[in-house]
T-cell receptor, first 113, second 113 residues
């Protein structure tokens, strides 16, 4: 059974650019959540997707957007990058919407210069 | 505001000694409670969760956690620490029926040989 995978591993962008991060959920999981983990902090919830629709959002501006595809993989898009967007972005999948046990990927380290 | 607190940034313990990593929460209702561990350059790995029932929850790698409703605490424990337990530990809470996890800021555990 393949776990949650994320790509790329590392990414460097400049302020004002746009970025797309990708996540493949664990086999059989239909729910994907995205978290931002700034240096020295705990992860913060960005949003969750269930069966291709957004199902909850944290306190992040609209320039953070996402997609979920029919195979339950997901993308996180961030427009107009700011320096404070530099963080580890974690994707987590769950087998069921009501199951709060989430399985995390290794993350994508985004650096904004 | 909903929050999870981990009052200790750093915990040091000698190998073979018992360890405790503290967590308190301020989340509405009777939340689900979790502990995750993070190794360098890795995502979060699930250790254990409390849903209902016994206040002592047993998890992976010999870890357990004690739920105390009156103190709104969920402390992580292990009877005998190993050097390989050295890592960053996160406590998290999720309101029942919600779809996101609130994380603490993490506690770095160092087990000294």
């Amino acid at each position: 059974e393949t776990g949650v995978t994320q790509s790329p591993t590392h990414l460097i962008k400049t302020r004002g650019q746009q970025v797309t991060l990708r996540c493949s959920s664990q086999s059989g999981h239909n729910t994907v959540s995205w978290y931002q983990q700034a240096l020295g902090q705990g992860p913060q919830f960005i949003f969750q997707y269930y069966r291709e629709e957004e199902n909850g959002r944290g306190n992040f501006p609209p320039r953070f957007s996402g997609l979920q595809f029919p195979n339950y993989s997901s993308e996180l898009n961030v427009n107009a990058l700011e320096l404070d967007d530099s963080a580890l972005y974690l994707c987590a999948s769950s087998p069921r919407l009501a199951d709060n046990e989430q399985f995390f990927g290794p993350g994508t380290r985004l650096t904004v210069l | 505001a909903q929050s999870v607190a981990q009052p200790e940034d750093q915990v040091n313990v000698a190998e073979g000694n018992p360890l405790t990593v503290k967590c308190t929460y301020s989340v509405s209702g009777n939340p689900y409670l979790f502990w995750y561990v993070q190794y360098p350059n890795r995502g979060l790995q699930f250790l254990l969760k409390y849903i209902t029932g016994d206040n002592l929850v047993k998890g992976s790698y010999g870890f357990e956690a004690e739920f105390n409703k009156s103190q709104t605490s969920f402390h992580l424990k292990k009877p005998s620490a190993l050097v390989s337990d050295s890592a960053l530990y996160f406590c998290a809470a999720s309101p029942r029926g919600a779809n996101n996890l609130f994380f603490g800021t993490g506690t770095r555990l160092t087990v000294i040989p």
